[in-house]
């Protein structure tokens, strides 16, 4: 079945950058939107950046202008490269896909629903 799997989680510095990235397991027609959620402090998932197929993409204001979302011409893999990284962004990252246009919020970590999927997340530590 489909499937997501998150890379590239880890320890960075304060001011550094990382680069997470997703890969599902297949090519999927009815998952056309990707994106990447951040936990935050009450366990609920926050959308911070989003592609369609189609290439339009979405950031939340926080990370405007330092975080930029990609997908390879197989649409297969997404990645969120992270720049001018803060202590605020410490957190566990999930990827996740969607047949309509992934949800802004989440209360909990995860798929709502069988038209979207969800990866296990990744961990990002960025330390002062």
């Known amino acids: 079945g489909f499937q997501l799997r998150e890379s590239g989680g880890g320890s960075v510095q304060a001011g550094g950058s990382l680069t997470l990235s997703c890969t599902a397991s297949?090519?999927?027609?009815?998952?056309?939107?990707m994106g990447w959620y951040r936990q935050n402090s009450d366990n609920e998932c926050d959308l911070i950046a989003s592609?369609?197929?189609?290439?339009?993409?979405f950031y939340t204001d926080a990370v405007k202008g330092r975080f930029t979302i990609t997908q390879d011409s197989a649409k297969t893999t997404v990645s969120l490269h992270m720049n001018s990284l803060n202590p605020e962004a410490t957190a566990a990252y999930y990827c996740?896909?969607?047949?309509?246009?992934?949800?802004?919020?989440?209360?909990?970590?995860?798929?709502?629903?069988?038209?979207?999927?969800w990866g296990q997340g990744t961990l990002v530590t960025v330390s002062s």
């Open positions: 996740a896909a969607g047949r309509g246009r992934l949800h802004r919020w989440h209360r909990h970590c995860e798929a709502s629903g069988i038209q979207e999927d």
């Open positions: 592609i369609s197929s189609d290439g339009d993409t």
């Open positions: 297949e090519y999927s027609l009815d998952r056309p939107y």
